[in-house]
Each structure stands twice: as structure tokens, then as C-alpha cells.
């Protein structure tokens, strides 16, 4: 069975970090890019940042949304099948369901429709 378990989700005054986890299981982790979603109440879910599986050679592509580059990082731990978010620097707008997804393609991208597998989300709530 696959899936897709996000944690550390948390609340959080504004300028402060979290590190989100999403662990994986039930597929060949290592060769799906994982990607970090999230959606606020009141609007669409946006793709926040993404990392693609290796390239053979432990090398890594990673993209991330203009809102949040700089402040976020993405990472992944094949041994463990989990990939990291560390947010670092929220703010209020951060505030939303943060959801980890897993794609088959190669590369990474930030389009909801190339993820074949979601988990169920992680609430982050950043206060003024």
C-alpha cells in the first residue's frame, strides 16, 4: 500500500522554523521526485517545492515557488524514504495545509497534475 505521511506540522510565531517530514512507503522511493504543496483556507493548493529523484549519481534537482525561495529547503534521505521541509523565516501568509506528493516523472515540477501520490497534510499556523 502506498503512502505518504507528513508531520511536524505546528504553530508558530511569525520569524520562527519548522521542519516538515514526509516519510514514504509502498513504492520504489528513490525513483519518484517528491514535491511539497500546501493550501490556505480560501484558496487552491500551490506547489511550494519539489526534488527530483537522482540522477544516478546522488545529484539532485530542486525548484521552489518565488514566495518562499530563500526561506525554505527542500532535502531527501533515500535510506529513511523521507523528504524534509525546513521553513525557515515564516510569516503569516505560510499559514495553510502543507501536503507531500510523489511523481514518477524525472525532474520536478510544481504542477499539481504530474503527482501520482498525496498524503493527507500537515497543519502549519504562523501567528503574528
Known amino acids: 500500500e502506498v503512502q505518504l505521511v507528513e508531520s511536524g506540522g505546528d504553530l508558530v510565531q511569525a520569524g520562527g522554523s519548522l521542519r516538515l517530514s514526509c516519510a514514504a512507503s509502498g513504492f520504489s522511493f528513490d525513483d519518484y521526485a517528491i514535491g511539497w504543496f500546501r493550501q490556505a483556507p480560501g484558496k487552491e493548493r500551490e506547489g511550494v517545492s519539489c526534488?527530483?529523484?537522482?540522477?544516478?549519481?546522488?545529484?539532485?534537482?530542486?525548484s521552489y515557488v518565488a514566495s518562499v525561495k530563500g526561506r525554505f529547503t527542500i532535502s531527501r534521505d533515500n535510506a529513511k524514504n523521507t523528504v524534509y521541509l525546513q521553513m525557515n523565516s515564516l510569516k503569516v501568509e505560510d499559514t495553510a495545509v502543507y501536503y507531500c506528493?510523489?511523481?514518477?516523472?524525472?525532474?520536478?515540477?510544481?504542477?499539481?497534475?504530474?503527482?501520482?501520490?498525496w498524503g493527507q497534510g500537515t497543519q502549519v499556523i504562523v501567528s503574528s
Open positions: 526534488i527530483s529523484s537522482s540522477d544516478g549519481m546522488s545529484h539532485y534537482a530542486a
Open positions: 506528493a510523489a511523481d514518477r516523472g524525472s525532474g520536478c515540477g510544481l504542477g499539481e497534475w504530474l503527482y501520482d501520490y
